[in-house]
C-alpha cells in the first residue's frame, strides 16, 4: 500500500497592497479566524520570515549612504523568498499548514517592476527558479487611494520612514497601478478588496473570502 504523503497539502494565501492598506492588521485577522476553523496557521511576511531573510530585509528597506540599484532591489527581495521558500512557506504547506503571508512575488512585480522599472521577464525568470510552480492559492489585493493609505503609513511609523516609505506619491501610484494590472490579469487568484472601508468591513469581506476558500477546498 502507498503510503505516498503529497508534496503539497495547505493552502498558500498571501496579502498585497501598498503602504497602508491594512496587511498586517489583516494578516493577524485572517490567522485569528482559520485558527477558529480549524486550520493550522503559519503567518508570515516577505521580505523576510526566516532569521536570515530577515537580515536581507533590514539591508534592504533601510536608508543608507551606498546606493541600490532597483535590480540590486530586485535580487535582495529574491534572495531572501529564496529562504523564506525553502525554509518556513514549502516546509508548512507540507505539513498541512495554511500559510498567510504578507506579500510575495507579486510585490516585487508591482514595486520593482511597476514602480521601479525592472523587466517583468527578469522577475518572471527569478521567481521560475526561486520558487518553480509555488504560487498562492488566493492573493488578497487590499485596495485604496494612495494618499488614504500614506496617511495611514505615517501614523503608524512616526518619524522614521523606510526606503520605500520615503517615496513620491506618483512611485506609489505605478505601484497601485501595476497591481491593479496583475489583478486584471489573474482575476481568479487575486481578489480586490477595497481597503478604504472601515475596517470591520475589510474584515467582513476577507472573512467571506477565506469562507469561499475554505467550501471550494470542502468541494475538491
Ligand atoms: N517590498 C516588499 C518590495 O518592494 N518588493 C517585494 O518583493 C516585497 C516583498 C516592506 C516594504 O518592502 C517592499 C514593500 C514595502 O515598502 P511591509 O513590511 O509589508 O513591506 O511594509 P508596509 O507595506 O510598509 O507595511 P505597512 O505597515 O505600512 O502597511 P500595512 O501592513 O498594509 O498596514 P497596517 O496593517 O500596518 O495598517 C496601517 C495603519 O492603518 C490602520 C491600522 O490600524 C494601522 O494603524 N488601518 C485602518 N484604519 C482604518 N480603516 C481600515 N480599514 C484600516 N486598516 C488598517
Redesign the pocket.
Known amino acids: 500500500m502507498s503510503t505516498r504523503v503529497p508534496a503539497r497539502a495547505g493552502k498558500f494565501i498571501t496579502l498585497e497592497?501598498i503602504?497602508?492598506?491594512?496587511?498586517?492588521?489583516?494578516a493577524q485577522f485572517m490567522s485569528a479566524w482559520l485558527g477558529r476553523h480549524g486550520f493550522t496557521v503559519r503567518l508570515t511576511?516577505?521580505?523576510g520570515g526566516t532569521p536570515l531573510a530577515e537580515r536581507v530585509r533590514q539591508i534592504v528597506?533601510e536608508r543608507g549612504a551606498e546606493p541600490v540599484s532597483p535590480l540590486t532591489?530586485t535580487l535582495l527581495?529574491f534572495a531572501a523568498r529564496a529562504l523564506h521558500v525553502q525554509n518556513v512557506i514549502r516546509p508548512a504547506l507540507a505539513r498541512g499548514e495554511w500559510v498567510v503571508c504578507?506579500?510575495?512575488?507579486d510585490?516585487?512585480r508591482a514595486?520593482?517592476g511597476s514602480g521601479r522599472g525592472v523587466d517583468a521577464a527578469l522577475i518572471d525568470a527569478l521567481a521560475l527558479a526561486v520558487h518553480g510552480d509555488l504560487k498562492p492559492d488566493c492573493t488578497l489585493l487590499?485596495d485604496l487611494p494612495v494618499r488614504v493609505g500614506l496617511a495611514?503609513?505615517r501614523?503608524?511609523?512616526g518619524a522614521t520612514a523606510?526606503r520605500?516609505?520615503a517615496e513620491t506619491v506618483g512611485f506609489f501610484e505605478k505601484v497601485r497601478e501595476g497591481y491593479l494590472a496583475l489583478a486584471r490579469r489573474e482575476p481568479q487568484r487575486l481578489r480586490i478588496i477595497d481597503?478604504a472601508?472601515?475596517?470591520s468591513e475589510?474584515e467582513q469581506r476577507i472573512a467571506q473570502a477565506l469562507g469561499e476558500l475554505q467550501a471550494r477546498e470542502g468541494r475538491a
Open positions: 497592497g503602504e497602508g492598506a491594512g496587511k498586517s492588521t489583516l511576511r516577505e521580505p528597506l532591489e527581495m504578507d506579500r510575495f512575488t510585490a516585487t514595486y520593482q487590499l495611514r503609513a501614523t503608524r511609523q523606510d520605500f516609505e481597503a472601508a472601515p475596517l475589510v
